[in-house]
């Protein structure tokens, strides 16, 4: 049985299986990256609702597992030389697990690294410009009088788009054939931008092809269903 009590998460979160990978995280598009991911390679674990909307990632618990103070982390009992692993950040839980598990990550060198391009290229633009979207369109931005910062957001995303659709062309996937973390970790930008965030019209989505081909091939995947429900809201 796995000790994971020198971990302060663990207090307000216990683990009742301390042997599984413990998830911490809520159904955001950052969050449901590492649930997809988890579902996808069908690696034993324990997922912790954390509620975001009561600050709870502001709790001492919590910044002792993220100093920074986001979800989704991480922790596990069977890290590097058997040893427990904390870890956040979405990105680099993902090539964690998938170098964990050896899958979603092509082998060859290239591939690799094109994947990984292609991984930052959600964390440093979509993510960002998607989510300063939502908030001037659809949150407390949409009050502001000055209406340049929602262009700037609206004229950007619509820009990545642009340039995720002129990757898959011809191609199912941003690698080709191969389903991989890139394209994971897009699924739930792209889905919430126009679901909840409202913003399919802003953006002209109904002027793409692939796009919305790429992202339905993406929700039938059954891991990915189970996944941006993980952990529950409740």
Not at 25 to 44: A, D, Q
Not at 78 to 97: C, M, N, Q, R, T
């Amino acid at each position: 049985m796995a000790d994971l009590s020198a971990f302060p998460i663990t207090r307000r979160w216990p683990a009742r299986h301390p042997d599984r990978l413990q998830l911490y995280s809520f159904p955001t598009p950052n969050g449901v990256k590492v649930s997809i991911m988890l579902e996808e390679i069908g690696l034993p674990y324990e997922a912790h609702t954390i509620k975001i909307g009561d600050n709870e990632t502001w709790t001492p618990e919590f910044l002792s597992l993220n100093p920074n103070g986001k979800i989704p982390a991480i922790l596990d009992p069977d890290g590097p030389g058997g040893k427990p692993l904390a870890l956040f950040e979405s990105g680099a839980i993902l090539v964690y697990l998938a170098e964990k598990t050896g899958k979603l990550l092509p082998a060859d060198p290239a591939a690799r690294y094109e994947t990984l391009q292609w991984l930052f290229f959600q964390m440093a633009a979509v993510g960002p410009m998607f989510g300063q979207l939502g908030f001037f369109h659809k949150f407390a931005g949409r009050e502001y009088e000055d209406k340049r910062p929602l262009e700037r957001y609206r004229a950007e995303s619509q820009r990545l788009l642009g340039v995720l659709e002129a990757r898959l062309a011809g191609r199912d996937w941003i690698m080709g054939d191969d389903y991989t973390i890139a394209d994971l970790a897009l699924i739930g930008w792209v889905r919430n931008l126009i679901g909840f965030y409202e913003a399919a019209e802003l953006v002209d989505y109904k002027s793409l092809t692939h796009v919305p081909a790429w992202l339905a091939r993406g929700l039938a995947r059954p891991a990915v269903q189970r996944g941006l429900e993980i952990p529950p809201r409740a």
